[in-house]
């Protein structure tokens, strides 16, 4: 199983882009890289998945550099409701995705 | 449509008790998966449930089991609690689409179990 190492917390404020690093040094060619979002006292939300290069839905991007071997989720103009925790996952199903800790967001007015 | 529902939300037993939880997903979704979340270890994958079926499994003691009906409903079982099982127990059901990806997982707002 590819090993994630993201930051443990994060803070921001509202309107700045937030960037999130994900290491993830022995991923598999087989592997999707997969985030997240967790609210307190919910289950977690699917926001973007990719393999390589760049991907963009209606809430994030995701970058993905051609190694591989790290992947940073960017969320533009973020506001309060963002405060969140965020889960970096690698794998080629989703049994294999290790959730870990993640990165707590924490965005200030 | 619906999203996948949980029940109970919360619940309290005693060490050496058993619960059994219930989880119904999203209608159309075939794969139901659980998960436990704890402040120590995280969100662990239990196991999933394809077709009635256990597909997968994580590395939990047989203490935990589960079941799917016809209807893709699965349910938990935690035989013989201990203090540690105290925990948000997660569903999630998805699709299955064979794509190659990991399939995007929806999931429930849990249900939290507290072990006295």
């Known amino acids: 199983l590819a090993k994630t190492t993201q930051p443990i917390s994060m803070d921001s404020y509202e309107g700045q882009e937030v960037n999130i690093t994900c290491s993830h040094n022995?991923?598999?060619?087989?592997?999707?890289i997969t985030w997240y979002q967790q609210f307190p006292s919910q289950g977690p939300r699917f926001i973007i998945q990719?393999?390589?290069t760049k991907v963009t839905n209606e809430v994030a991007s995701l970058f993905i550099p051609a190694d591989r071997k790290s992947s940073t989720l960017s969320l533009p103009r973020v506001s309060l409701s963002d405060t969140a925790v965020y889960y970096c996952l690698v794998g080629d199903s989703f049994q294999k995705l290790v959730f870990g800790t993640g990165t707590r967001l924490l965005v200030s007015p | 449509k619906a999203g996948v529902t949980q029940t109970p939300r919360y619940l309290i037993k005693t060490r050496g008790q058993q619960v059994t939880l219930s989880c119904s997903p999203i209608s159309g979704h075939r794969s139901v998966s659980w998960y436990q979340q704890t402040p120590g270890q995280g969100l662990q994958f239990l196991f999933e449930y394809f077709s009635e079926t256990q597909r997968n499994k994580g590395n939990f003691p047989g203490r935990f089991s589960g079941r799917q009906f016809s209807n893709s409903r699965s349910e938990m079982n935690v035989s013989t609690l201990e203090l540690g099982d105290s925990a948000l127990y997660l569903c999630a059901s998805s699709l299955v689409w064979a794509s190659g990806s990991p399939d995007e997982q929806f999931f429930g707002p849990g249900t939290r179990l507290t072990v006295l």
């Open positions: 990719g393999y390589k």
């Open positions: 022995n991923i598999a060619t087989n592997d999707y």
